[in-house]
């Protein structure tokens, strides 16, 4: 291999908390009830839900609850409209909330020559608007089951978290013909040690404490955001 070749990489980013301040089903929660698809209740159940994510951390039986509602919400809808819904809320909630080192990180990689994928529990069209918004290679998320394009309430398979992450990103990385030893994973959470074991580059991001212990005991790099730079970014985009 030459000097000026870049031996072919992938950087798997993980959403909520890592490129998105939160939870970005809460925000689809709030669209959802706009077009009356939700209650005024479940609502504020999002929004607590929500809240605690912010201040706690991911929880499985809360974001579990959140998901068994999201499921029930979309049965007899079609993808195109999931896909619409998903567009609008990135637009008016998510872009305004992405936490902008991280998405500088990931065009970096872009710039490297790298794939960027990222690796999430939320429904898989949900993850494509996602990078298609921020121009990333692709996503890799919970599939729902469709038939005929609509949806049934049920997965495919399991939601796409945890070792599941890891395994999304083993068989990316085989697809892309690309070794681990030298992928990146960006993750808050402890959830995702599996993945961030996986790659020869793991970096934390804002990591709950469990995740904290397990990086500071491998010398893993550490990125802490602060929420005055989704701030001042989103000052700075509206002068422009």
Known sequence: MSEDTIAPAIAFFDVDNTLLRGASLYHLGVGAWRRRLVTGRDLLSFAWKQARFLYVGENRMHLASIRER?????????????????????????????????????????????????????????????????????????????????????????????????????????????????????????????????????????????LRRYAAARHWPVMILKRGSIKAATRTSKKR
């Open 70 to 210: 999201a499921l029930e919400v979309v049965v007899g809808y079609s993808r195109d409209e999931l896909v619409a819904l998903s567009t609008e809320i990135f637009d008016a909630r998510l872009l305004q909330r992405l936490w902008p080192e991280t998405v500088a990180v990931a065009r970096a990689h872009l710039k490297a020559g790298r794939e960027v994928w990222l690796v999430s529990a939320t429904a898989q069209e949900v993850a494509d608007v996602i990078a298609e918004r921020l121009g990333l290679t692709g996503a890799l998320g919970t599939r729902l089951e469709a038939v005929d394009g609509i949806f049934t309430g049920r997965l495919t398979a399991g939601v796409c978290h945890g070792v599941s992450k890891a395994v999304a990103a083993n068989a990316q990385a085989e697809r892309s013909g690309v070794d681990l030893a030298v992928c990146w994973a960006y993750s808050d959470s402890h959830n995702d040690i599996p993945l961030l074991d996986l790659v020869g580059n793991p970096v934390v991001v804002n990591p709950d404490a469990t």
